[in-house]
């Protein structure tokens, strides 16, 4: 079975820059496995804020910004904010319909 | 823009079966595909599934298989989500999600956008 594996948890400073990253279990993580990322606060449904590897949802602020680094897909928030503290998820396409969520991670500004 | 709008909250006995609605409105259902994502209580998000109206088909992951149906009814704009068989470990928000299907070009968005709103599937003795 496939695992996409997230870092638990990262603290940020406020203004700071962090690296969050979305890797497979077995093999790498490339442009084809169209990876997205979604943020979501408690309570709430996520939210859309990266697709297709390095696209911005609409309306999403331009310090988001995806890529692929090494072998995994990777979220950066440069310049982070208060509001910015919440878990991310990323998704990745696995091919003939299925879809796999990573593990999720907590990112606290302090 | 399409919005979601998925039924209430349900309480459901072990062993039992549980079907959850999300209504679609801006736009009709056979332009998507129907997602549903799990999320059980503190923990992350969990792919089940897929329905695609356009052609008729579902896939869903393996831990679901035998234990989930998705369908729609185009009719009313209004995609399901069966799980039967229910255990406590099935407590959690189940959400719906879409993601866009261009019949003309034959190619999906691969990203999910809308969500529904979630809904709280507790399973209790």
């Known amino acids: 079975q496939t695992v996409v594996t997230q870092e638990p948890s990262f603290s940020v400073s406020p203004g700071g820059t962090v690296t969050l990253t979305c890797g497979l279990s077995s093999g790498s993580v490339s442009t084809s496995y169209h990876p997205s990322w979604y943020q979501q606060t408690p309570g709430q449904a996520p939210r859309t804020l990266i697709y297709?590897?390095?696209t911005r949802s609409s309306g999403v602020p331009d310090r988001f910004s995806g890529s692929i680094l090494g072998n995994k897909a990777a979220l950066t928030i440069t310049g982070a904010q208060a509001d910015d503290e919440s878990d991310y998820y990323c998704a990745l396409y696995l091919g003939v319909g299925i879809f796999v969520f990573g593990t999720g991670t907590k990112v606290t500004v302090l | 823009q399409v919005q979601l709008v998925q039924s209430g909250a349900e309480l459901k006995k072990p062993g039992s079966s549980v079907k959850v609605s999300c209504k679609a409105s801006g736009d009709t259902l056979s332009n998507y595909a129907i997602n549903w994502v799990r999320q059980a209580p503190g923990q992350g998000l969990e792919w089940m599934g897929v329905?695609?109206?356009?052609?008729?088909?579902?896939y869903y992951a393996q831990k679901f298989q035998g234990r989930v149906t998705i369908t729609a009814d185009e009719s009313t704009s209004t995609a399901y989500m069966e799980l039967t068989s229910l255990r406590s470990d099935d407590t959690a928000v189940y959400y719906c999600a879409l993601y866009y299907y261009d019949s003309a070009t034959y190619s999906y968005s691969y990203w999910f956008d809308p969500w529904g709103q979630g809904t709280l599937v507790t399973v209790s003795s």
């Open positions: 297709n590897t390095n």
């Open positions: 329905f695609i109206p356009f052609f008729g088909t579902s």
